[in-house]
């Protein structure tokens, strides 16, 4: 079955920086876009960041562009999330998400934490 397994998550202060991996497994990975996707205490789940099956095209959020970038290696399966310059607001269970058609799969999240 499809997985997506997130990891990379802590706790970091304003400014600093983290990286997010995504493990996929259970589908054909280079055949499918990828995103990332955060959710803060109170507030709606938000598109973070895509990336389109070979790599080539990138769209972000408006709030992270010019901070992250999101990559992927197809021979890892994997889609990755660097982010530079974290602030506050950046705090936020992260969460890798695909569409196969109409199936929907995300992984189970990571806990990003920025404060001083």
């Known amino acids: 079955q499809v997985q997506l397994v997130e990891s990379g998550g802590g706790s970091v202060q304003p400014g600093g920086s983290l990286r997010l991996s995504c493990v996929a497994s259970?589908?054909?990975?280079?055949?499918?876009?990828m995103s990332w996707y955060r959710q803060a205490p109170g507030k709606e789940r938000e598109l973070v960041a895509t990336?389109?099956?070979?790599?080539?095209?990138?769209n972000y959020a408006d709030s992270v562009k010019g901070r992250f970038t999101i990559s992927r290696d197809n021979a890892k399966n994997t889609v990755s999330l660097q982010m530079n310059s974290l602030k506050p607001e950046d705090t936020a269970v992260y969460y890798c998400?695909?569409?196969?058609?109409?199936?929907?799969?995300w992984g189970q999240g990571t806990q990003v934490t920025v404060s001083s």
């Open positions: 998400k695909t569409n196969r058609g109409w199936n929907v799969h």
């Open positions: 259970g589908f054909t990975f280079s055949d499918y876009a």
């Open positions: 990336i389109n099956a070979g790599g080539g095209i990138t």
